[in-house]
């Protein structure tokens, strides 16, 4: 459903990412790891078309159309959706009012927003303006909020677990669930979710997992056992743990 292809990013003429390639398949969801400035908010940034991140080199495939150059409200169009780790407030404009505007936009009848802001514990923020003032656990919920009544096919979720207590990770993690598995039957759903604590991912099946380090994709595999060796081993060391397995894989044929 995405592909990335040799990747490679600049932000304010530095380069970010390298080299990139990756794909995620219809029904797929992927756990994207790394150390802090790897370059996953970047890869985020850059497959969602935000100006200030250059592509540099190589190719970003979106259901079969190269979207590399397209603005991003066409890349929204085509059914790409993102919640951002540190979305802006936005004075003068009150959360119900945006998500009316995207239910408008979608097709999404009215009274889900309802539904939607009520599962999330986001009713009370329906008439205040957007962010403003928000927590930190409550900017994740609205970001969650907006996704719900967006339907996006296809998700990324920057850092949905950082910041919300013991309580409400089970409201984000049963409201991402059903962001990847709305309408499942009748249109293909998949995802990227940068964690780093990976508490997300005892709500969420990820399918494989991959390591950010150093803008380049070190090590890809089961996300369960990466987290569990990022934990024993560091970053550096699951890297070097992959880096072996990849060299004696390679030597065996
Ligand atoms: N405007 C900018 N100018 C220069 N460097 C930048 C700019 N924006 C991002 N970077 C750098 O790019 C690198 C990658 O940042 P990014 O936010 O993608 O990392 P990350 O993996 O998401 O980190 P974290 O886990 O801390 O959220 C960092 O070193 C960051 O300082």
């Known amino acids: ?111 889900k927003i309802y539904e939607y802001a009520k599962k999330l514990k986001m009713e009370e923020h329906l008439e205040r303006e957007i962010n403003k003032g928000f927590s930190g656990g409550e900017i994740k919920r609205s970001e969650l909020l907006q996704l719900l009544v967006m339907n996006p096919d296809f998700v990324m979720l920057d850092e949905p677990d950082s910041g919300v207590d013991l309580e409400n990770i089970g409201i984000v993690g049963k409201a991402i669930r059903e962001l990847l598995e709305r309408d499942k039957e009748r249109r293909e759903k998949a995802g990227i979710i940068i964690t780093h604590t990976g508490h997300i991912l005892d709500y969420v099946d990820a399918d494989y997992g991959a390591i950010l380090y150093r803008g380049r994709i070190a090590c890809i595999g089961d996300p369960y056992e990466i987290l569990e060796d990022v934990r024993k081993f560091g970053y550096e060391g699951c890297v070097e743990k992959c880096l072996t397995k990849y060299r004696n894989l390679n030597l065996k044929r």
């Open 1 to 111: 459903m995405l592909r990335l292809v040799n990747l490679s990013v600049d932000v304010d003429s530095k380069r970010v990412l390298t080299n990139v390639s990756l794909y995620v398949r219809e029904g797929e969801t992927l756990a994207l790891f790394g150390p802090n400035g790897s370059g996953k908010s970047t890869l985020m940034n850059a497959i969602i078309g935000n100006p200030k991140y250059k592509i540099a080199e190589g190719r970003i495939i979106f259901k079969k159309h190269d979207i590399t150059r397209i603005p991003t409200d066409e890349r929204v169009k085509l059914g790409l959706g993102i919640a951002f780790q540190s979305p802006p407030a936005i004075s003068g404009i009150k959360l119900i009012d945006l998500l009316r505007k995207i239910a408008e936009i979608r097709g999404t009848e009215e009274e």
